[in-house]
């Protein structure tokens, strides 16, 4: 099943893409109580949004071999988690503002887990009934201003720096799953999810140890391989096996 969240003449809604084309409106809320509607709408007449805005926004560190040789980094022991702010949060089809001072922005696909129940001190076995599906994520960096920020704030969580979308699949095969990252049209960077230092299940039940998961918070789950810096103009497509593709134009910054 494809949730997606649409906005349409003013008003935002939540609905299941039934076919390539057609979504089945839904009232009440994907991760509690809903119904279908036998309201129809054409995909092409709607505006995608964000599909959840998370409570909590987390993003794995270090999670793939090559993406932690190519930045010169030491391979972690465990697995290592960190926030992310919302206002960083941009849909599909919307533009990735390049800050004016800004000289070398990569972007990092990544395949997002949104959590779908109450986990607290969850074992490994019992992940998998507390996730509510899967979306593409593209973990758009600023590496000058990770290299010397601290915190990553300006490298990780400026404004449209995390485009998401466009829907959330809720039976992805994940141990199969490829991620295709192309820019322009031209294919980039590709890897499999299976390459995980730590995989989805690890990593969650490691988090709900000292962390309270929550339904709609979302876990980033971490890239592999390197990214161009990228110019205005970019598009930057990223396609995950079964979830569909994310795209984003990438354009400078205007200052007045």
């Not at 322009?184 to 999810?193: A, C, L, V």
């Not at 490691?206 to 390197?226: A, E, F, N, Q």
Request: hydrophobic letters at 35%.
């Amino acid at each position: 099943m494809r949730w997606l969240r649409y906005s349409l003449k003013g008003e935002t809604g939540y609905g299941i893409l039934s076919d390539e084309d057609t979504i089945t409106v839904v009232r009440g809320d994907p991760l509690g109580k809903y119904e279908t509607t036998a309201t129809r709408l054409q995909l092409q007449d709607v505006t995608i949004e964000v599909p959840i805005v998370p409570p909590t926004f987390y993003c794995v560190g270090l999670n793939y071999v090559k993406h932690i040789s190519t930045e010169g980094l030491t391979i972690p022991k465990k697995p290592d988690v960190g926030y992310r702010a919302n206002n960083a949060l941009i849909a599909h089809g919307q533009d990735v503002i390049m800050p004016a001072d800004a000289t070398r922005i990569h972007y990092e696909g990544e395949l997002v887990v949104v959590i779908g129940k109450k986990a607290k001190n969850i074992s490994v076995g019992e992940v998998k009934d507390c996730i509510f599906g899967y979306t593409i994520g593209n973990d758009v960096s600023e590496r000058n201003w990770q290299a010397s920020d601290r915190t990553f704030w300006r490298a990780k969580n400026t404004d449209t720096f995390k485009p998401m979308g466009p829907w959330i699949c809720t039976d992805a095969q994940i141990a199969t799953m490829q991620t295709v990252v192309s820019v322009n049209g031209e294919q980039s960077t590709r890897f499999d999810t299976a390459d995980m230092l730590f995989g989805i299940e690890e990593f969650i039940s490691t988090m709900s140890r000292y962390l309270t998961l929550y339904p709609g918070d979302m876990v980033w789950m971490g890239t592999d391989g390197h990214s161009p810096n990228l110019q205005p103009g970019d598009r930057v497509d990223v396609s995950l096996t079964g979830l569909g593709t994310l795209s984003n134009r990438f354009i400078k910054e205007a200052l007045t």
